[in-house]
């Protein structure tokens, strides 16, 4: 079974690991461990794009060492390292089908409390959230999601701690594959629109560059659903650019 064995191994583990006293993972050696694994998630993240068959083997590979070492930061205290390494390994988990052990990952992190004033939001919370409303978009709650990402872009939009103007464009972007999943086309339209409007207000970084590429293609989906070919057909062409 393609998930059933690799998952019932990483159990044995995890039961394993959770004998020894949490203590361990305050000593400075386990510091070093799960913050090179941590490390290596992060280089795992950015070689997927361009040499994906090495990336996802070594993810493979590696995927009960990298969730030990992720337990080991959330025992650390380390929260903002501890969902951004989760964001990594789901990634991984995802493309895998293993999504029982996305899920639970999820859960080690979903517990973790930030605390910020103003109603604000730190880039930590901002991964979890829209961690937790592309699960919900993928199990088809369409709704739930874009309950989250309306909820988040609120939170992004008055600043606080982290107020990331390509997060904002990230989850307009959210909004509209919510939106068009419930068979709203033209709202999902105006939203993709919204943030291509405020993607070409940053620097024209590589991730800027692919995010609003992808959003062009986005935008000519749903233009095409709603019988817009010609306008469509432009957009396919500006996200090949």
Same mark, same amino acid.
């Given at each position: ?66 969730? $030990? %070492? !992720?337990?080991?930061?959330? @025992?650390? =205290? &380390? ?9 990594? /390994?789901? *990634? ?57 990402? $309306? %909820? !988040?872009?609120?939170?992004? @939009?008055? =600043? &606080? ?9 990230? /989850?307009? *972007? ?68």
């Amino acid at each position: 079974h393609p998930t059933l064995v690799p998952y019932l191994r990483q159990s044995n583990q995890q039961t394993a690991v959770s004998d020894q006293p949490s203590a361990i993972s305050q000593s400075p050696l386990a510091i070093r461990y799960w913050q090179s694994y941590y490390a290596f998630a992060n280089f795992l993240y950015q070689t997927d794009s361009q040499h994906p068959m090495i990336a996802r083997a070594l993810a493979m590979r590696e995927m009960p060492n990298l969730r $030990r %070492a !992720l337990r080991m930061a959330i @025992e650390a =205290g &380390a929260m903002d390292e501890a969902v951004d390494f989760a964001s990594r /390994i789901n *990634r991984f988990l995802d493309y895998f089908g293993r999504w029982r052990e996305r899920d639970e990952v999820n859960k080690e992190v979903g517990s973790l409390k930030f605390e910020v004033g103003s109603g604000g939001i730190t880039k930590a919370e901002y991964l979890r959230e829209t961690q937790r409303g592309q699960v919900l978009l993928q199990q088809g709650r369409a709704g739930e999601a874009e309950r989250v990402f $309306r %909820a !988040l872009l609120a939170r992004l @939009e008055r =600043g &606080a701690v982290y107020d990331s103007r390509y997060a904002q464009t990230l /989850i307009l *972007r959210n909004i509209g594959r919510a939106l068009g999943a419930q068979g709203k086309p033209s709202s999902a339209a105006e939203h993709y629109r919204a943030a291509l409007k405020l993607a070409g207000t940053l620097e024209p970084t590589k991730n800027v560059r692919r995010q609003m590429s992808a959003c062009h293609t986005d935008l000519a989906n749903v233009l095409r659903d709603m019988g817009q070919y010609a306008e469509a057909e432009a957009e396919y062409n500006t996200s090949l650019v």
